[in-house]
């Protein structure tokens, strides 16, 4: 998906992200996962399982869904940078 963007736009995407998602999943996974371990009970840790194996199934479908066909194209064919106008 974010080959149809330009490049600078891209680029502050792809950082702003990756630091959100970094800072969500490195404070709420060992929180959550940990909470599930401390019960005790294998089905909650099997709840917590199934919630991330879904949270990537969602991913792979939108992912299906809006990706864009770029493989073996430069970037710049798919999408032009700003700097180009």
């Known amino acids: 998906m974010s080959e149809t963007f330009p490049l600078e736009v891209r680029a502050l995407a792809i950082a702003f992200f990756y ?3 970094t ?29 991330g194996s879904g ?10 869904r809006f990706g864009v066909d770029a493989e073996r194209k430069p970037l710049e064919a798919v999408a032009a940078p700003l700097s180009a106008t």
């Not at 490195?26 to 919630?51: C, E, H, K, N, Q």
């Not at 949270?55 to 299906?64: E, P, R, V």
């Open 19 to 21: 630091a959100v998602g």
């Open 23 to 51: 800072g969500i999943g490195g404070v709420a996974a060992p929180w959550l996962f940990g909470s599930l371990i401390d019960t005790g009970s294998r089905v909650s840790l099997f709840g917590g399982y199934l919630l």
């Open 55 to 64: 949270l990537m199934l969602a991913a792979a479908l939108i992912a299906l």
